[in-house]
């Protein structure tokens, strides 16, 4: 039975720009076993309107670019999804992307429990935050994050062409005042050798499971616990 992993690049960027997608590319070539990369750069996805329409079948009703993707969701045996980091968040297209698998969550629909993935987070000064709000969705569908991939990508304030004036940006922070922007000091992440170390063994682990007896059933009830746990604890 052919193994299938689902990776989603969730950054608005271009694929050889954006440190997302080639962090997800790395995971994902790392796994050992068949994958799809899609980038949401250019989809124009809404985020859930709350009609309720996916309530009978498990089938969001809104007309966009997600449709064509409903399948290939379905099908895949685990996830690499990656998010740049806006505000200590998501980006709104990675956000509005997840918010819509609220279509496979009624009348215990398990078309999702028990599968597993990779969150992966980019920021200009932190990744952390996309990485652990992925993995927030991934576990409301009872799937199990193996592996957490955050790391330092390169800033908008970089290009912008206001870098080395502007008080408030990045290179200011990081530089001081009046800082002439260099490409050495352009962060990337296929230059961070530990990074890239991490989004590899994140993909041989994710592979390593998935190859190895994954029992859906288990991983479910184990993802069911910890999501009770958290409730408990917030309520």
């Given at each position: 039975?052919?193994?299938?992993i689902l990776g989603i690049s969730g950054s608005?960027?271009?694929?050889?720009?954006?440190?997302?997608?080639?962090?997800?590319?790395?995971?994902?070539?790392?796994?050992g076993l068949d994958y799809d990369l899609i980038s949401l750069r250019g989809k124009t996805i809404g985020g859930c309107i709350a009609c309720l329409g996916c309530a009978p079948d498990n089938v969001c009703k809104v007309k966009d670019d997600l449709e064509s993707l409903r399948e290939e969701i379905v099908a895949a045996d685990a996830y690499v999804i990656g998010a740049p980091n806006y505000y200590s968040t998501l980006n709104a297209g990675t956000h509005a992307f997840l918010?819509?698998?609220?279509?496979?969550?009624?009348?215990?629909?398990?078309?999702?429990?028990?599968?597993?993935?990779?969150?992966?987070?980019?920021?200009?000064?932190?990744?952390?935050?996309?990485?652990?709000?992925?993995?927030?969705?991934?576990?409301?569908?009872?799937?199990?994050?193996?592996?957490?991939?955050?790391?330092?990508?390169?800033?908008?304030?970089?290009?912008?062409?206001?870098?080395?004036?502007?008080?408030?940006?990045?290179?200011s922070m990081l530089y001081g005042e009046n800082v002439k922007i260099t490409p050495e000091m352009i962060?990337?992440?296929?230059?961070?050798?530990?990074?890239?170390?991490?989004?590899a063994d994140a993909g041989k682990l994710l592979g390593y499971r998935l190859k190895n007896d994954h029992d859906r059933k288990a991983v479910t009830r184990k993802m069911q616990r910890q999501m009770m746990q958290m409730m408990k604890t917030s309520a």
């Open positions: 039975m052919r193994i299938r608005p960027r271009k694929e050889k720009v954006s440190g997302t997608y080639k962090l997800v590319s790395t995971v994902l070539e790392n796994t918010e819509r698998w609220f279509q496979f969550r009624h009348q215990a629909g398990n078309l999702l429990w028990g599968k597993l993935a990779v969150a992966v987070g980019v920021g200009g000064m932190d990744g952390r935050f996309p990485a652990e709000n992925i993995e927030k969705f991934f576990m409301y569908n009872f799937i199990e994050t193996v592996a957490k991939v955050s790391g330092q990508g390169a800033a908008s304030c970089y290009s912008c062409g206001y870098g080395e004036t502007c008080k408030v940006g990045v290179p962060p990337d992440v296929s230059k961070d050798p530990i990074l890239m170390q991490a989004a």
